[in-house]
């Protein structure tokens, strides 16, 4: 009997196995809940987190520099006089309106 220099049908479907769990394991790696994509997409959102925050945090600061302004320990006047003018609609009587 001779023997043929081919491969045997079952290394064939081993290897075939074996290529298709490493394939299916790169593919999770890079496309899956916790592959590389994903994270690229979190530290996205983490930046837009982050500038959405500074920006609120400023405006926090301006309300409390308003409130503080308006307070009874530290009266800005100016300020009074332009709230006032807004929210009430207030003139002086030396102030001619003009629409």
Do not use: C, W
Request: hydrophobic letters at 50%; glycine letters at 6%.
């Amino acid at each position: 009997m001779t023997r043929s220099n081919r491969p045997s049908f079952g290394a064939l479907i081993y290897f075939a196995a074996a290529f298709a769990v490493g394939a299916y394991f790169t593919f999770a790696a890079v496309q899956g809940d916790y592959g590389l994509f994903r994270r690229v997409e979190i530290a996205a959102e983490a930046d837009a987190l982050r500038a959405d925050l500074d920006k609120l945090e400023a405006e926090i600061a301006r309300m409390q520099n308003l409130t503080h302004r308006l307070s009874d320990d530290y009266l800005d006047l100016d300020l009074l006089d332009q709230q006032a003018r807004s929210v009430l609609g207030l003139l002086r009587s030396d102030e001619i309106v003009i629409r």
